[in-house]
């Protein structure tokens, strides 16, 4: 790849990153190998994690965000820039980027090559976003113009209060509402709007004895009440339950007790009610 003005080997997918020609989970497509170039013109290992395209709301932009599979913590939140600077390297497997602001090269080594064209077309799609926003003269753009280039930001290790992070929400709540139908808008609000880094917290508060079927029996209750706005909170729900992903809860959701009231809450898409 081009670096600096000169080439540099890319970093290259090794062990159990190695791409493979069969995709075992939906977890496995999101499994990445962050790389930082350092001065000395190598790849530095910054740790392995899961990347998202997530809204960042503190940034008010769309970006790249990689969690550490060991701590949970951060290992990069990148703000998608409109710029053209992404690269595929590693047989579709890479991708790169160089930050003129900061003079740094990152590089994203992917387990799949599925998820590494997925992510590949949710920067493109943004990037497309961005440009239909500029011409328009939106807000988006006029964002943009005030806020230059993207800016790349790395918590390896640094105090929790630190910088981007000070008000992220990372480590979740402490407890849920209560599995009842007053709580259902309080509930909808936990699991949608949840930060990145909050996500394993609360699949692992929703699996607490009991908790997730006291849940699915409020959709029943729903059901028999013929209450549509709380089929379509349900629907919700159930929704970000599932955009969690975490391999625990979906094996709960997939349950046999469970599965076909998952299946039902999905069916109430207000949007096409």
């Known amino acids: 790849m081009q670096v600096g003005g000169g080439l540099a080997a890319g970093p290259e ?50 970006g790249l965000v990689v969690v550490s599979e060991e701590d ?17 390297q590693g047989g579709d497997t890479i991708i790169t980027w160089t930050d003129p602001d900061i003079n740094t090269d990152i590089a994203l080594s992917f387990q799949e090559a599925v998820g590494c064209n997925y992510i590949w077309e949710q920067i493109k799609s943004v990037q497309h976003q961005y440009t239909k926003s500029e011409s328009k003269g939106g807000e988006l753009a006029g964002r943009l113009r005030r806020g230059g280039n993207a800016v790349d930001e790395y918590e390896f290790g640094s105090a929790p209060g630190d910088g981007f992070y000070q008000d992220s929400g ?39 004895k009991g908790y997730l079927r006291q849940l699915l029996d409020l959709f029943k209750t729903c059901e028999d009440l013929d209450d549509r706005d709380g089929l379509h909170m349900m629907y919700r729900l159930v929704k970000g339950l ?7 809860l ?16 999905l069916e109430y898409d207000p949007d096409l009610a």
Not at 49 to 57: A, I, K, N, P
Not at 175 to 190: C, D, F, N, Q
Not at 242 to 248: F, H, I, K, R, T
């Open 13 to 62: 997918p090794q062990g159990p990153m190695a791409a493979t020609s069969t995709t075992e989970d939906y977890t496995n497509l999101q499994r990445v190998k962050v790389y930082r170039l350092n001065d000395s013109g190598h790849w530095d290992d910054k740790g392995t994690g899961h990347v998202s395209c997530e809204f960042m709301e503190q940034a008010e932009s769309v």
């Open 242 to 248: 599932v955009l969690l992903n975490d391999a625990a």
């Open 170 to 208: 990372r480590g979740g709540p402490s407890e849920l509402p209560p599995a009842e139908l007053g709580s259902l808008p309080e509930l909808v609000k936990v699991v949608a709007d949840c930060s990145p880094f909050a996500r394993e917290k609360i699949a692992s508060l929703m699996l607490k």
């Open 72 to 88: 949970q913590q951060p290992l990069l939140v990148h703000r998608i820039s409109r710029e053209d600077i992404y690269q595929r």
């Open 250 to 265: 979906f094996d709960e959701l997939l349950r046999d007790s469970n599965v076909m009231d998952v299946v039902g809450a």
